[in-house]
């Protein structure tokens, strides 16, 4: 028996940044808001005891738990898609505020670039410049439109930067100042200097100094404690849901938050959504939550299972090109990075925080002339100071033994004599990568997985072998002994930690026939729902993707409410 | 001519002992001090009184097993020193305490794969695609313990533990490149299983079982568990005494 409540105004599926954004913004306008989340409840007080590396970094204290949902993987489709059945390549985030929990906080915009990739590079390279079945398209939005949006986030999340020298145009200057900078960071400033390019502090939502935002929140300094990256912030610094718009939402009275409620169908009628099903994971109790708009903001997988377990929109075909939920799955091309040895330095590497560090993007988007190279778009290169826990950072040069005496000896002798230059190179869309559902592989609830299907094309291993390239140039400025480059990209491999990065399957555009949603994330088949998120990017840039979500969503909210009023297609 | 030898390898102790003991900033003058202090330094109990303080002092009730049997704790924490051995850098990864944190391990959640995702069927992948087999990590210990114990008896005629430092050496790489013969389990990756547990043994936090006083970090100068960095972020290295957990109670 399906238990069926009172119908609301909104119900929102996962309280993530993106649900959490919309679920502030709607409540805040006077809206009634139900928040579904299918993990538990977080706060600060639960990171008491977070400097754990082992119980966070290695035994994924705050991500889903896989026994219960995951996806399986295969490189190409002449391969038996397997379970993803432990952590690797990216790490799903669970319970109140999602991924915004244990992300850096490294706060990136897109390029201008990004929004209109195709014609853009058409424009600049010709046709041929783009591969056939590299399927990147516009995204229906433009980044003066989106810019005000961008500008809103970054208040609300009360972000510590300077201004990007090759950037997109800015309204406003970051809200709060710089992060400090480490003698690591004055060494890649001035080296980066030395070889002409544009060095700028890493935009980041550690906040640099007490900060106040326009909702009313305050939150403390970060005290560069070194525990960002998969961990939760116990003062408060980083940015998350939780101590940002969650609150907000709370304050109205209008927010009605559900954890540990996971929702298996989105519910529709005649082309519209009627609300949700959603299973309390306590009681094992099956509830029918009526409403008339569904936002949809879990995580860009969960977001394509959800549209397609409950049969919305056109599903993907890789064969014709055709359908489009699944579609334009991409991720990151990280690798492409180098090692630099210091024999004679030794530096304060255990300290840090998730987003402490220097940037250039001298080789992003199409700031540079692609003409003689056989990529498009680029990455930036960084040298972070996120703080080296000791499990997992053991550096010793490049073929020198894994363990034993001299793996001991090297691997203490370089710990604090190491820096990195890495890259964070965008991944172009294919029409051979997608998201689909598993025939085979099911998850707690008996629903079928998703289903990835991607590998490196060579594009990505071009631009790996180009920013690595550029990252050794850069640490042998910085005066290195000795550096260890990255020669070969590889294949994809889940098992390797690269980046949280997912995104694409629910993309957005401007032509109903190539998109699934419009740029308010309004679905084109079903006007009252929004799939919000990563899900929505139809390519990902050469950048971390929260700002750019948070962005999308505040503009989604923007539209929800006047789809509230007016209804019909916002676009 | 060997207790020649002994008394050079009892100097060359004392020596890194030595440099261990200023690098961990536990030596006063020279001289490594008694009492609470000396009970970190277990190996250097020069009197009787010294040592049944010492006794008392560093009584470990968390050094039992929860898991393991006798033979195959002894076969772990040879294999693990190993992989970690001490040297003048300090203590490995027996003395840290690593084949209990191992023993822990296993008796948990993570000994279960218990948030891994379990479910038939189970084929073989690519090793793009990660792990598929059907053993949990208890398991795969069980079962790669005796594989270790029946390839040293099957080259060398006795067990893993009876090996000199180098034949042991030999049998580990044998499996971490994958030249032993087995069909339950793959060697190479119960090798980097036991890889990787040593690490988390040896650095993770004491209140795991391993990284006996800190030494894990104190030998790379890492803090552990500090509230803050503001201070010390924009200028040169600085050596700081960590901090555990336990100190955040």
Redesign the interface.
């Known amino acids: 028996m399906v238990k069926k409540l009172p119908k609301t105004d909104v119900v929102i599926v996962g309280v993530g940044w993106a649900g959490g954004i919309i679920a502030s913004e709607l409540t805040k306008q006077g809206l009634n808001v139900v928040g579904l989340e299918k993990g538990q409840e977080r706060a600060t007080e639960d990171y008491?005891?977070v400097?754990?590396?082992?119980r966070y970094a290695?035994?994924?204290e705050l991500m889903q738990?896989?026994?219960k949902d995951?996806l399986t993987?295969?490189?190409n489709e002449k391969?038996?898609a397997?379970?993803?059945?432990?952590y690797?390549s990216f790490l799903l985030g669970d319970g109140l505020g999602g991924a915004g929990v244990h992300w850096n906080g490294q706060t990136f915009r897109f390029l201008p670039y990004d929004f209109e990739i195709r014609s853009k590079t058409i424009e600049r390279y010709g046709k041929n410049k783009i591969p056939a079945d590299m399927t990147i398209q516009d995204w229906g939005i433009t980044y003066d439109e989106l810019e005000p949006y961008f500008d809103k986030f970054e208040k609300m999340a009360g972000i510590s930067g300077e201004e990007n020298p090759l950037g997109g145009k800015r309204s406003a200057k970051y809200p709060t100042a710089p992060m400090?900078?480490?003698?690591q960071m004055r060494m890649f400033k001035e080296a980066t200097e030395k070889l002409n390019y544009h060095p700028y502090t890493m935009p980041s939502a550690n906040l640099s100094e007490p900060y106040e935002n326009p909702d009313g929140i305050s939150r403390a300094a970060c005290?560069?404690?070194?525990f960002c990256e998969r961990f939760g912030c116990e003062y408060g610094a980083k940015a998350d849901p939780v101590v940002t718009v969650i609150p907000v939402a709370k304050q109205t009275g209008k927010f009605d938050l559900r954890t540990h409620s996971w929702v298996r169908r989105i519910l529709h009628k005649d082309g519209k959504a009627t609300g949700v099903r959603y299973t309390d994971v306590t009681t094992g109790e099956e509830i029918e939550q009526p409403a008339d708009t569904v936002v949809v903001t879990s995580y860009v997988f969960n977001n394509v299972k959800l549209l397609l377990n409950s049969k919305i929109g056109r599903p993907y075909d890789s064969s014709t090109g055709k359908g489009v939920i699944g579609k334009n799955y991409a991720y990151q091309v990280v690798k492409g990075s180098a090692v630099g040895y210091f024999e004679d330095e030794?530096?304060?590497n255990?300290?840090?925080a998730g987003a402490?560090g220097m940037v250039i993007d001298d080789f992003n988007g199409d700031n540079f002339d692609h003409s003689d190279v056989d990529f498009i778009h680029g990455g930036y290169l960084s040298l972070t100071q996120t703080g080296q826990?000791?499990?997992q950072n053991?550096p010793i040069p490049k073929e020198s033994p894994?363990?034993?005496?001299k793996?001991?000896?090297n691997?203490?002798r370089y710990?604090?004599k190491t820096l990195s230059v890495s890259a964070m190179g965008a991944s172009m869309p294919y029409k051979q990568h997608y998201l689909d559902l598993d025939p085979?592989?099911?998850d707690t609830f008996g629903d079928p997985l998703i289903r990835m299907t991607y590998d490196f094309k060579d594009q990505d291993r071009n631009l790996a072998k180009f920013t690595a390239k550029k990252a050794e140039g850069i640490l042998k400025e910085m005066g290195a002994d000795k550096i260890d480059t990255m020669e070969e990209l590889g294949?994809?491999?889940?098992?390797t930690y690269q980046s949280t990065h997912n995104t694409g399957g629910v993309i957005m555009g401007e032509d109903p026939e190539t998109s699934a949603i419009n740029n308010y994330s309004q679905m084109w088949d079903m006007d009252n729902l929004f799939v919000v998120g990563a899900s929505s990017f139809p390519h990902n840039s050469g950048y971390n993707p929260t700002d750019t979500v948070g962005a999308l969503a505040y503009r989604a909210a923007e539209g929800i409410v006047k789809y509230h009023k007016n209804g019909g297609l916002l676009v | 001519m060997s207790e020649e030898k002994n008394n050079d390898q009892v100097e060359k102790e004392n020596l890194s002992r030595r440099r261990f003991l200023r690098n961990s900033g536990i030596a006063v003058g020279g001289l490594a001090v008694g009492g609470v202090i000396g009970s970190v330094i277990p190996w250097n109990a020069d009197t009787a009184e010294n040592s049944e303080q010492q006794q008392k002092e560093t009584k470990n009730y968390n050094h039992a097993l929860m898991y393991f049997n006798q033979s195959e704790f002894r076969t772990i924490e040879a294999a693990t020193e190993?992989?970690?051995?001490q040297?003048d850098?300090g203590p490995?990864a027996r003395e840290l305490g690593v084949a209990f944190y191992i023993d822990h391990q296993l008796a948990g959640s993570?000994g279960f794969?218990?948030?891994?995702?379990?479910?038939p069927?189970f084929?073989h992948?690519?090793?793009?695609?990660?792990?598929?087999g059907r053993l949990n990590r208890r398991e795969i210990y069980r079962i790669g313990i005796r594989e270790l114990q029946n390839y040293s008896h099957q080259n060398y005629d006795s067990g893993f533990t009876e090996l000199s430092e180098e034949d042991q050496?030999k049998v580990?790489t044998d499996f971490?490149e994958e030249k032993v013969n087995i069909t339950t389990i793959s060697p190479s990756n119960f090798f980097l299983l036991m890889?990787s547990m040593?690490?988390?043994g040896?650095?993770?936090?004491p209140?795991?079982g391993g990284n006996k006083d800190m030494d894990?970090?104190k030998?790379?100068?890492?803090?552990?568990?500090?509230?803050?960095?503001?201070e010390?972020?924009?200028?040169?290295?600085?050596e700081i005494p960590p901090n555990s957990?336990r100190d955040?109670m």
């Open positions: 008491y005891m400097h754990d590396e082992l290695l035994r994924y738990d896989l026994s995951t993987f295969r490189g391969m038996r397997l379970p993803m059945r432990q690797g400090k900078h480490s003698p005290q560069y404690c070194a030794k530096f304060n255990f300290a840090g402490l826990r000791p499990i053991n894994t363990w034993g005496k793996f001991k000896e691997s203490l710990i604090n085979v592989y099911k294949p994809y491999n889940i098992t | 190993r992989i970690f051995p040297d850098n490995g993570y794969n218990a948030r891994d995702y379990m479910q069927p084929f992948g690519e090793k793009e695609q990660g792990y598929q050496d580990l971490a890889r040593t690490l988390e040896v650095y993770s936090d209140l795991y894990g970090w030998m790379r100068d890492y803090p552990g568990n500090q509230m803050n960095y503001t010390i972020i924009e200028g040169d290295f600085k957990l955040h």
